[in-house]
């Protein structure tokens, strides 16, 4: 166990919790019969979820990701290869947690189709 392996997984845990609040938040003003769009490319496509199913994968794919880079992180034998995992983890939940929530913000200015 190392100090950057916990240092990712805070960040991930707090950029998890961000989401995690920010979705339970939206879905309480959300209609329920709303389809929302994915984010960019999928929404470009037309693809639009019901509101859960947008919800459940705007979580979910955030997660998995912190579970690969999780994984990624474990197999590091090298300090340095452990110090540049741990400052992608870093960036990527400020990244994860910030994109989600521009895609609410625009979500909820068009209140679902």
Do not use: K
């Amino acid at each position: 166990m190392n100090w950057y392996f916990v240092i990712g997984d805070a960040f991930w845990i707090l950029a998890l919790s961000i989401i995690a609040n920010a979705l339970w938040q939206a879905r309480q003003t959300v209609p329920a019969a709303a389809r929302l769009r994915l984010p960019h490319p999928f929404g470009q496509l037309g693809l639009a979820l019901p509101r859960d199913g947008a919800f459940a994968v705007a979580i979910a794919v955030p997660f998995v990701f912190s579970v690969a880079l999780l994984m990624a992180s474990r197999s590091t034998e090298s300090a340095g290869q452990m110090l540049m995992v741990a400052l992608l983890r870093v960036f990527t939940a400020g990244l994860a947690a910030a994109l989600n929530v521009f895609w609410l913000n625009g979500v909820l200015r068009r209140g679902g189709e």
